[in-house]
T-cell receptor, first 113, second 110 residues
Framework: AQSVTQPDIHITVSEGASLELRCNYSYGATPYLFWYVQSPGQGLQLLLKYFSGDTLVQGIKGFEAEFKRSQSSFNLRKPSVHWSDAAEYFC???????????FGQGTELSVKP | NAGVTQTPKFRILKIGQSMTLQCTQDMNHNYMYWYRQDPGMGLKLIYYSVGAGITDKGEVPNGYNVSRSTTEDFPLRLELAAPSQTSVYFCAIGQNYEQYFGPGTRLTVT
């Protein structure tokens, strides 16, 4: 069965520091991969996605993610975190078009001034 | 929230009551989904629809029903509310592998 693991429940970084959020998935083939962000009391916003091709994908708000097939990982990165990035981040996989999204448990990001 | 409207935003139900969570889209997307979000659990799919007149169960359908009579609307029905259904409910629409989420409905059953 497909599954997604986000090993870090909560991460705190200082403003201006770099960020990496980890995501590992379990699936027989390469699924479609997504990162979503959820601000408190809000819905989920799509940050970026990977379907095929270049394994480094760029998203909105200065985020990027790298797909590593050998590690079944799709980690999210940002070179310099802003206080407004404090939110919860979800990694998700999808097997096919229209298929359900399988979400990780989420990583809550706090940003220190 | 990409043209997805959910009502109500908040609701408190007593055990055994029923209610309908409304979801409407103005993007003309074929795929629509209902998820629930529980603390520390990510989101779980309740039901989904690939087009008007077609619905199917997701991971956690028990206690819920849906219908899809039009492209725009995908209501979620709770017939006999239970405390286990206390959650935040998100409707999403999908096209070309991407899903876009509504703002959510926070439901408490006491």
């Amino acid at each position: 069965a497909q599954s997604v693991t986000q090993p870090d429940i909560h991460i705190t970084v200082s403003e201006g520091a770099s960020l990496e959020l980890r995501c590992n998935y379990s699936y027989g083939a390469t699924p479609y991969l997504f990162w979503y962000v959820q601000s408190p009391g809000q819905g989920l916003q799509l940050l970026l996605k990977y379907f095929s091709g270049d394994t480094l994908v760029q998203g909105i708000k200065g985020f990027e993610a790298e797909f590593k097939r050998s590690q079944s990982s799709f980690n999210l990165r940002k070179p310099s975190v802003h206080w407004s990035d404090a939110a919860e981040y979800f990694c998700a996989v999808q097997r096919n078009q229209g298929g359900k999204l399988i979400f990780g448990q989420g990583t809550e990001l706090s940003v220190k001034p | 929230n990409a043209g997805v409207t959910q009502t109500p935003k908040f609701r408190i139900l007593k055990i055994g009551q029923s209610m309908t969570l409304q979801c409407t889209q103005d993007m003309n997307h074929n795929y629509m989904y209902w998820y629930r979000q529980d603390p520390g659990m990510g989101l779980k799919l309740i039901y989904y629809s690939v087009g008007a007149g077609i619905t199917d169960k997701g991971e956690v359908p028990n206690g819920y029903n849906v219908s899809r009579s039009t492209t725009e609307d995908f209501p979620l029905r709770l017939e006999l509310a239970a405390p286990s259904q206390t959650s935040v409910y998100f409707c999403a629409i999908g096209q070309n592998y991407e899903q876009y989420f509504g703002p959510g409905t926070r439901l408490t059953v006491t």
